[in-house]
């Protein structure tokens, strides 16, 4: 679906709209229509409530996202917390290599920090330690690197 309802997937569908429109060959008084018939549940419902003439202009697309964004998008503080939540909670899966994890780590603290306005919303030791603390690795290996880290991290 090109719209999610799904917590956190509706940003991500409201990305993928925007990198469709810059790759599509469609015209943009059709793009809205387009994107209606690949929608589906509630966004579908709302959609087809818009007026005609709206969604055949110009800007047919951005008047579409206007209306999904009032019911959809979470507000601002919601959006703060579901970011952070999805960094603090994030573990890693089994399947997943160390290196995966670690990009996917600094990924989700990447976006909490935007969606707070805050850049270094934790200090090095603190980061070290939640990702080490999710890592899934055995707790001898956690317990050495431990050992071997600088004063003034969290041990």
């Known amino acids: 679906a090109v719209v999610s309802t799904q917590s956190g997937h509706y940003g991500r569908g409201k990305r993928r709209v925007t990198v469709w429109e810059v790759s599509t060959?469609?015209?943009?008084?059709?793009?809205?229509?387009?994107?209606?018939?690949?929608?589906?549940?509630?966004?579908e419902q709302a959609a087809i409530q818009l007026k005609i003439d709206d969604l055949k202009g110009e800007d047919g697309v951005k008047k579409l996202i206007a209306e999904m964004d009032k019911l959809f998008l979470p507000d601002n503080t919601q959006q703060v917390f579901n970011a952070l939540d999805a960094f603090l909670e994030y573990k890693r899966p089994a399947d997943l290599s160390m290196e995966d994890y670690c990009r996917e780590f600094h990924y989700k603290k990447k976006i909490a920090e935007q969606m707070s306005d805050k850049t270094d919303m934790f200090d090095d030791g603190v980061l070290g330690y939640f990702l080490l603390k999710n890592s899934g690795l055995e707790q001898n290996s956690m317990t050495l690197i431990r050992a071997t880290v600088t004063p003034g991290v969290p041990r």
Do not use: E, F, Q
């Not at 793009?31 to 509630?42: F, K, N, P």
């Open 25 to 43: 060959s469609t015209t943009k008084n059709k793009r809205a229509a387009t994107l209606i018939t690949c929608m589906s549940g509630r966004p």
